[in-house]
């Protein structure tokens, strides 16, 4: 029974989330366009996360070098160790943990947010004053989320780059040149291109699960927290989901 | 049946001219299996206060959401100023938002904007071609109204709760709108700030000759302002009249709101 009643939550939820996100195509990127809020949602959810985007990238290139270099220099490969640590930071960690770290920052923040406005009537009052709160809340953050992750993950690649680099210069010395030139020969354009395309549906994700989460946000101020924890949650998720069929798509494509 | 103790007709007296600005129905408004309005018509007329009475939970407040078109009836007209609000598309809808004033229960001020950018947030939004001086201008002559010009560039969380409720009606009264909706205008201030705000409601009222509905629990504050009381019970008009009318009423149902 409990099986059926968590089944029958689960497809109306993902019914009700495809719903929202649909309006987002039908009604969200329609005219009038928010611009200012845009841009200010941008510097927020962009700029405002960088460096915490820039200081986990940084420690995860570091990390990633001292754990893979006993395991080269066993093989007598620690030469490749600057391919492998770009081609893994670049093509998979890169995307997924920069997303992971925005779904912790960004969607609690847009879902607390909007369920706060939610409970307080804020977003009543808006449509009162003669403003779509969907065009004006929702599409504007979820604009944001999309173009701003991707600027993010890049930043956030170089910035763990260098994080390896300097894990490389713990044990050895190398270059910076050396090591970028290294990083770059073994990359092409079928590493960074599907990687930088699914970071846009990750960065969609976020935005439009933050929002769903604070716009359906109830119970007070209760349901605040549950809302903002909820957002994190779905979309983490969400990201290794999107992060599983995106490698097989591009697999089946031939862009691996 | 409903004790219905006075309707309102055309030959209403006073200051009360007898032009409707607000009528409702045979409106329906249910939430899953719960009922919460039935077959409830109201007609408001032009200048009139009419304080809207009832238990918590008896819809009060769906009420006046239906007629600013937050929330859409399952059946039923509502006319306001001559436009059926449950059939407008968005842009007709807006339209009439702009002639009717909204105070939300807990004022609804945008916490993460000032004073300021609070009032100037519906000119903008419903007029989109106003110029920056007649935006501060209006917005000045607004919060002189409340007595807190020097407020201006406070942020909401700065403020006394008696003062966010008057920030909230100095914002509800700068588009100068025809219809003020108050939800429960005096709840949770103290019997002095109450006071206040009943009366600042009874001379903006005055000044700029709007119609109301008011949601309150507040006996003071019905007894001050009210024009006509309505008796909201189980989704019905139970009762309509005067103050004075209703609580003299011998109806056991009617006499537990004034005891």
Redesign the interface.
Known sequence: MSLITNTEDFLEQTGKISRFAGHFFSHGIKPRFEIKELLSQCYLIGYKSFPLVGLTGFIMGLVLTMQLRPSLVSYGVQSELPVMVGIAIVREIGPVITALIFAGKIGSSIGAELG??KV???I?????????PYKYLVATRVVATTLMLPILTLLGDAISLFGAYIGVNISSVTSLRFFFTQVFQSLTYSDIVPAVIKTLFFGFAVGIIGCYKGFNSTKGTQGVGISANSAVVLSSVLIFIIDLLTVQLTNLIGLN | MPTVLNTPSDEKTGTVTSKPVIVIEHLYKQFGRNVVLEDFSLTVYKEENVVVLGKSGAGKSVLIKCVIGLLKPDKGNIMVLGENVTALNDDDLDRVRSKVGFLFQANALYDSMTVRENLEFPLRRHWINISQKEVEKMVKEALENVALLHTLDMMPSELSGGMLKRIALARTLILKPEIILYDEPTTGLDPVTAREIDQLILKLQKKYHTSSIIISHDMNCVKNIADRVILLLDGKCYADGSYDELEHSTDQKIKQFFE
Do not use: L
């Open positions: 706060s406005m307080t009537e804020q009543d009052a808006m449509e009162v004053s003669g403003t779509n």
